[in-house]
C-alpha cells in the first residue's frame, strides 16, 4: 500500500514562489502516474498538473501553465511542485495523487495525500 504525504505549503506573497514535496512510501510508487490537484474554499478539487512514471511527460492545467514545474525523483520515491508567481487565484489545499492509470479525472487516481495548504496574499 501507498501512502503520500505532502510538505512545503505556506503563506506567500503574491509574485512569489513556492515548492510543494509529496514524499512516497511503498516502492510501486514509482510505477505510478503522479498528480497534483487543489482544492480552494468553496470550489470542488481540480487537476494542476501530472508527470508519467520515468518523469518523461509532464502536462499541466492551462491556468498554472508556464508558472508550475511538476518533477519527480524515483530514487527519493518523492514528487514535486515548483510553483512561481504565485497569485491569490492559486490559494487552495494542494493535494497529491497517485494513479496506475494517469489522465486528469481524479477519479482515476486512487492513492492520496493529507493536503498542504497554500496561501497567496495579495
Known amino acids: 500500500q501507498v501512502q503520500l504525504v505532502e510538505s512545503g505549503g505556506g503563506l506567500v506573497q503574491a509574485g512569489g514562489s513556492l515548492r510543494l514535496s509529496c514524499a512516497a512510501s511503498g516502492r510501486t510508487f514509482r510505477n505510478y502516474v503522479a498528480g497534483w490537484f487543489r482544492q480552494a474554499p468553496g470550489k470542488e478539487r481540480e487537476f494542476v498538473s501530472r508527470?508519467?512514471?520515468?518523469?518523461?511527460?509532464?502536462y499541466y492545467a492551462d491556468s498554472v501553465k508556464g508558472r508550475f514545474t511538476i518533477s519527480r525523483d524515483n530514487a527519493k520515491n518523492t514528487v514535486y511542485l515548483q510553483m512561481n508567481s504565485l497569485k491569490p487565484e492559486d490559494t487552495a489545499v494542494y493535494y497529491c495523487?497517485?494513479?496506475?492509470?494517469?489522465?486528469?479525472?481524479?477519479?482515476?487516481?486512487?492513492?492520496w495525500g493529507q493536503g498542504t495548504q497554500v496561501t497567496v496574499s495579495s
Open positions: 508527470v508519467t512514471w520515468n518523469g518523461g511527460s509532464t
Open positions: 495523487a497517485g494513479s496506475t492509470y494517469g489522465g486528469s479525472n481524479e477519479g482515476r487516481y486512487d492513492t
